[in-house]
T-cell receptor, first 111, second 115 residues
Framework: DGGITQSPKYLFRKEGQNVTLSCEQNLNHDAMYWYRQDPGQGLRLIYYSQIVNDFQKGDIAEGYSVSREKKESFPLTVTSAQKNPTAFYLC??????????FGSGTRLTVV | GENVEQHPSTLSVQEGDSAVIKCTYSDSASNYFPWYKQELGKGPQLIIDIRSNVGEKKDQRIAVTLNKTAKHFSLHITETQPEDSAVYFCAASKNSGGSNYKLTFGKGTLLTVNP
């Protein structure tokens, strides 16, 4: 079955540590996105990529980095520069504008 | 950039009643308006969408209406069931020559359907 897979489902980060969240899709979608979800804040765009080897900052990119070396993969690194990383992170993909498909999310907690 | 406002933030209805969630957008060039349903601990799922060339779209118990002049669109759920309980998000975007893929989301509405 085609879909988008995020891993891990739960992740714990120590202060000052970088962590990487995985996102893989087998839908042959061109575009991929990372959103952050906080209670009462909706979905806020971190980074997005329309094609391989190209990506753009979203509304809240500070403290995050991404890469797009393969069409299927769009990993997100939460760096130590992100001061409040505890949140639910959602990856999505789309074929052109319409019809985002979301993954099931990664819940990141700072310990 | 685009700004999407969504109301109400919480909505509680009795099973069998209707539920309406409303959104407004700021960019008159926006032409695509999807609605997503998110269950606890899961990613959002697309339930219905509408493009700016139509005013209404219906799929079984779910309908969406669009008023381009007033820049608002609404989700209507009829004959609500307990399994409709979830967070609902509206979103808006514009397709400017295939180069803009970003959706701007509202802050969500927590719908609770009481049996």
């Amino acid at each position: 079955d085609g879909g988008i897979t995020q891993s891990p489902k739960y992740l714990f980060r120590k202060e000052g540590q970088n962590v990487t969240l995985s996102c893989e899709q087998n839908l042959n979608h061109d575009a991929m996105y990372w959103y952050r979800q906080d209670p009462g804040q909706g979905l806020r765009l971190i980074y997005y990529s329309q094609i391989v080897n190209d990506f753009q900052k979203g509304d809240i990119a500070e403290g995050y980095s991404v890469s797009r070396e393969k069409k299927e993969s769009f990993p997100l690194t939460v760096t130590s520069a992100q001061k409040n990383p505890t949140a639910f992170y959602l990856c999505a993909s789309s074929l052109e504008l319409y019809g985002y498909t979301f993954g099931s999310g990664t819940r990141l907690t700072v310990v | 950039g685009e700004n999407v406002e969504q109301h109400p933030s919480t909505l509680s209805v009795q099973e069998g009643d209707s539920a309406v969630i409303k959104c407004t957008y700021s960019d008159s060039a926006s032409n695509y308006f999807p609605w997503y349903k998110q269950e606890l601990g899961k990613g959002p799922q697309l339930i219905i969408d509408i493009r700016s060339n139509v005013g209404e779209k219906k799929d079984q118990r779910i309908a969406v209406t669009l008023n381009k002049t007033a820049k608002h669109f609404s989700l209507h759920i009829t004959e609500t069931q307990p399994e409709d309980s979830a967070v609902y998000f509206c979103a808006a975007s514009k397709n400017s020559g295939g180069s803009n893929y970003k959706l701007t989301f509202g802050k969500g509405t927590l719908l609770t359907v009481n049996p």
